[in-house]
């Protein structure tokens, strides 16, 4: 027991970060948030580098409920870079609103996502997957005072609960009909005889947890929440939890579910298609651009999922590696949506204000050209890798028409990116006058992953197919 | 080499972005100026007659694909047509160009990389991501300067000609994990299981022939070529639709040779319908730029018929016609910029009688409606005939709707060049339009000259080509069918018994 302590460092120094960072907030009140934005980024700094430093492992801890391996350790890599570049930006969007809770909520939901990336057991999973979302809850109704985002806390908190009814519907009827709540034992179970009560409990499983990727039909909530919740707060919802959530659903699938891929794999085809289908067909009509990430976000969850229907090391490989250029994408989509004000300082999120963003703010619009471009999969830009190995993981896994049927779904998709482009390239100048702009941090954080997306990231290739192979051994 | 040819203009691109509007100009001649003069060398230390790959780069980038380049003869003579146009385009679009200078340069810049990329590429993956990126810039370019209607025109190609290639991209996962490579010198020689290949084969033509474009695929070209500005008209019709024609003669014929012998009639019919119904079609137009357009689908149908052909003088032919029609092409768009930056329409019953006040333009615009056609002494002649030779061997109906194709080709070119040119200078604004600028003579000149040379010595473009030439044809030996022509070709008969029949008196028209 003792010995296992050793081996969960990230999490306890995200446990002890955020009470600390809490407890400051409770006594020096919310005028110091420099110094607890300051604290959390150590905190999540210490937690990555002791990631790192346990990369190499790969062993279940605390009776085999948990894991410490590479797959659970390349997700929370990405998880709290996303978690802190959140934490970075966020003062300047809420200025004299910014409160202590807010590095708290988002080091306690980062700790939940590690926990749900690392999960070897039913119960583990869910008291992760619960510990990420009530903070979640919380950070989605963040501007008390502003409707929107009450309103995308309300319902991301009832649609959530009910995700989460599902999600545990499902896994008490995988114990019962298993007899355990370990992914080893639910597997052996899966082995044998699919008898319904199995197979119901994978349909649930799989819908509860297909809410947190928002994979279509349980989508709903994620337009609503993306455009109420503040900018910060949806670029974290649309980056971290999405990678703990998919980090999680392959792990189920792959570690508990492995043996009965027969059963899960036509759900997850379905659950990709209609989300590459749906997610491009919605946002067409979108005139908010954060609904359009959104709607983007559903579109991109159903390639990644094309990678976990192979249901090989091959797929997962490209999931990860999905994951991370995925997160790099949208974080920097959301940066630059952040930096959107016009002359009064309102943010501007209607897309038709964007025209002319080209001439009036030239590095702003190249990289958000680049962002939506490389979401659309057009080569050169780095976006184009994952969708090759995704769809190359179909492929050899003989899924030659869900790989052709994803592929030409993704030009609809590429119909409403491009027309973003057009707004803010071939369109007059629109009446908002778009000024603004960011500080240094979101500026160089904007600038870095565009430059990273447009070529440079192919030249990481070498290194990512390394780590990504690393991570996805240990699930086979 | 070739990486510096890649590198000069992207860096070239980069600095445009960040440069004054006439800084970003000369910034664009100078380097599109270098890459040209760099692509001379190539031609000139280009070994004929040796190895079939030359001066191949390989470095382990990317893991999983290599970046590797290398040219054989095909490639060579693309990538000097697309170094050549450039510098033509951004002297085209010096004075026409007034807004957001350096975006634009910059924009044909990156263009030109991705083109000799494309040409250059030695690994599947490679070329892909090339062959996809070119739809970036020309999106930009039709959208941003193009004319009135230039955002469908853009949303068109772009979404057209993307859906096209995502096909291409699943064919090319299938191959390589069927031969376990991405090296195109090593897939050209593979032999894939013939069921494969028809499907490969299939999901090849659907990207091609959209870049080609073939009919019924190429509504795009026409609204893409007339709301895009002049320099973008003639790039597109100059190199990207060659990367269609490429892309048949370097993948689909050598690595599917089963497959494209099998379906060759598609091609045929695809072709032969194309040059009759876009001719006609290009006949009734009153745009002069649509009118060019459609001639273009024509002239490539000549292309993709001269290529099915399988044997040498077709292959030699449709790449000649490929050359030329970049060049003649680009020129005939470029006489159509030259008057439409005088008098902002393109309407061809605006204009009339400028052989009075524009002698040199007509001379000019003359000379290159007669390498369209397929005058002797110019280009289009030896591309055309060595062509119809080859597709007359293969099958005599072919070539013979293939040639009605080029008789309707000289009668649209003719009536269009009888109504701009010839007749009365009656309308006051023609007659105010000045003659030739030095700068738009710097463009038609080397056009002009190119076209003459291509007409009179052609072996220049050929000696180059003949061994890869070959190659392809070897490599389809096996599969091709048995041409109609072969069928009458005896020993020692009487002439009348050979050539009497009624079947084939239509191919000697």
């Known amino acids: 027991m003792i010995a296992d302590l050793a081996l969960i460092w990230p999490e306890m120094i995200l446990a002890v970060g955020g009470m600390v960072v809490l407890m400051l907030g409770t006594y020096l009140g919310d005028r110091q948030v420099g110094l607890y934005q300051l604290a959390a980024l150590l905190t999540l700094a210490a937690a990555t580098v002791a990631v790192v430093a346990l990369f190499g492992t790969n062993e279940a801890v605390f009776s085999g409920t948990l894991a410490v391996d590479g797959f659970g350790g390349f997700a929370k890599l990405l998880i709290y870079a996303a978690s802190a570049v959140c934490i970075l930006v966020a003062p300047r969007f809420f200025g004299g609103a910014m409160r202590a809770e807010y590095p708290v909520l988002i080091l306690f939901a980062a700790l939940g996502m590690g926990i749900m990336a690392s999960s070897r057991d039913l119960m583990t ?133 492995g043996p009965a891929i027969g059963a899960w794999q036509q759900i997850i085809i379905f659950l990709a298609l209609a989300s590459i289908i749906l997610g491009a067909v919605g946002a067409i009509g979108q005139k908010n651009i954060k609904r359009l990430l959104a709607y983007s976000s559903i579109n991109n969850v159903g390639f990644i999922l094309i990678g976990l229907a192979a249901g090989t090391q091959q797929g997962v490989e490209a999931v990860l590696t999905y994951l991370l250029v995925y997160l790099v994408t949208t974080v920097g989509a959301f940066l630059v949506v952040l930096q959107l004000r016009d002359a009064d300082g309102n943010q501007v999120e209607s897309i038709p204000a964007l025209a002319g963003l080209s001439q009036r703010r030239p590095g702003l619009a190249a990289a958000l050209a680049v962002f939506l471009l490389s979401l659309a999969g057009i080569p050169p830009l780095f976006g184009f890798w994952p969708k090759y190995l995704v769809f190359e993981a179909a492929v050899n896994a003989d899924l030659v028409p869900l790989a052709v049927a994803g592929i030409v779904a993704s030009v609809i998709g590429a119909f409403y990116y491009i027309a973003v482009i057009k707004t803010m390239y071939f369109d007059e100048k629109s009446e908002v006058e778009v000024t603004g702009g960011g500080n240094a941090v979101e500026g160089t954080i904007v600038a870095a992953s565009a430059l990273w997306l447009s070529v440079i990231g192919y030249l990481f290739i070498p290194m990512l197919g390394v780590a990504s192979a690393h991570a996805a051994s240990v699930l086979f | ?187 050209l020689n593979y032999g894939f299981p013939p069921e494969m290949q028809t499907w490969l084969w299939l999901a090849f033509f659907a990207s091609l022939a959209v870049k080609m474009p073939m009919w019924p695929v190429h509504t795009w070209l026409p609204d893409a070529h007339v709301q895009a500005p002049t320099a973008g008209s003639m790039i597109l019709a100059g190199v990207l639709l060659k990367m269609g024609g490429y892309g048949f003669i370097r993948f689909m014929m050598p690595m599917f040779p089963e497959a494209s012998a099998q379906l060759m009639w598609v091609v045929f019919a695809l072709s032969m319908v194309a040059v009759v119904y876009t001719s006609l079609v290009a006949l009734v137009q009153n745009d002069m730029k649509k009118l060019i357009a459609y001639s273009s689908v024509a002239h490539m149908a000549i292309v993709t018929a001269g290529l099915f052909a399988f044997n040498q003088q077709g292959i030699e032919g449709a790449m000649i016609v490929m050359l030329s029609h970049g060049v003649v092409s680009a020129a005939l768009f470029f006489c159509v910029g030259v008057i439409y930056d005088r008098l902002h329409t393109r309407e061809i019953d605006r204009y009339g009688g400028l052989a009075i006040n524009m002698p040199a333009y007509a001379l000019f615009f003359m000379l290159f409606t007669m390498a369209s056609i397929g005058l002797p002494g110019t280009s289009g002649f030896v591309g055309e005939f060595l062509s119809i030779l080859g597709i007359y061997e293969a099958s005599s109906w072919v070539a013979f709707v293939c040639t009605t194709g080029i008789i309707l080709g000289a009668a649209y070119m003719l009536y269009l060049y009888r109504r701009v040119v010839f007749g009365e200078l009656t309308k006051d604004d023609v007659k105010a339009m000045p003659d030739l600028s030095p700068r738009e003579w710097a463009i038609m000149a080397p056009l002009a000259a190119v076209a003459l040379w291509m007409g009179v010595y052609p072996e220049s473009f050929l000696a180059p080509m003949r061994g890869d030439v070959t190659t392809v044809v070897a490599r389809l030996a096996p599969a091709k069918p048995a041409g109609d022509a072969h069928l009458a070709l005896g020993e020692g008969k009487p002439a009348e018994a050979t050539h009497g029949s009624a079947h084939h008196g239509g191919g000697v028209q």
């Open chain 1, 125 to 257: 999973l869910y008291i992760g997957l619960e510990l990420n979302s009530l903070a979640a809850y919380v950070l989605a109704s963040f501007m008390r005072n502003d409707e929107r985002s009450s309103e995308a806390g309300l319902k991301y908190f009832v649609l959530g609960a009910l995700a989460s009814g599902m999600l545990l519907y499902g896994i008490s009827l995988l114990y019962g009909f298993s007899g355990t709540t370990e992914f080893a034992g639910v597997a052996r179970a899966m082995g044998g005889e699919l008898n319904p009560g199995l197979i119901f409990g994978i349909v649930f499983v799989l819908a509860g947890l297909a809410f947190k990727i928002s994979a279509v039909p349980f989508h709903m909530w994620t337009p609503d929440v993306y455009e109420g919740a503040p900018t910060p707060v949806t670029a974290f919802f649309a980056s971290a939890p999405k990678v703990a959530a998919m980090a999680l659903m392959t792990r189920v699938a792959i570690d508990a579910m």
């Open chain 2, 1 to 187: 080499m070739l990486s510096l040819m890649l590198a000069i203009p992207a860096v070239a691109a980069v600095a445009c972005l960040f440069l004054g509007d006439r800084a970003a100009r000369w910034t664009a001649l100078g380097a599109t100026l270098v890459t040209f003069l760099l692509g001379c060398i190539l031609w000139a230390q280009f070994d004929i007659g040796g190895a079939q790959w030359q001066f191949t780069e390989r470095a382990d980038l990317f893991g999983r694909f290599q970046w590797a380049l290398g040219i054989d003869g095909l490639a060579l003579m693309l990538i000097m047509l697309s170094t050549f146009l450039m510098p033509l385009c951004i002297l085209a679009s010096w004075d026409a160009i007034k807004s957001r200078v350096g975006l634009y340069m910059a924009m044909f810049l990156v263009m030109e990389t991705i083109m000799i990329g494309v040409f250059a590429a030695q690994d599947l993956i490679l070329f892909y991501i090339f062959f996809e990126a070119g739809l970036i810039p020309m999106y930009f370019i039709i959208g941003i300067w193009g004319g009135a209607n230039r955002i469908y025109a853009a949303f068109k190609f772009f979404l057209y000609t993307l859906l096209g290639s995502v096909l291409m991209l699943i064919a090319m996962i299938a191959m390589i994990r069927e031969a376990g490579t991405t090296e195109i010198p090593v897939l």
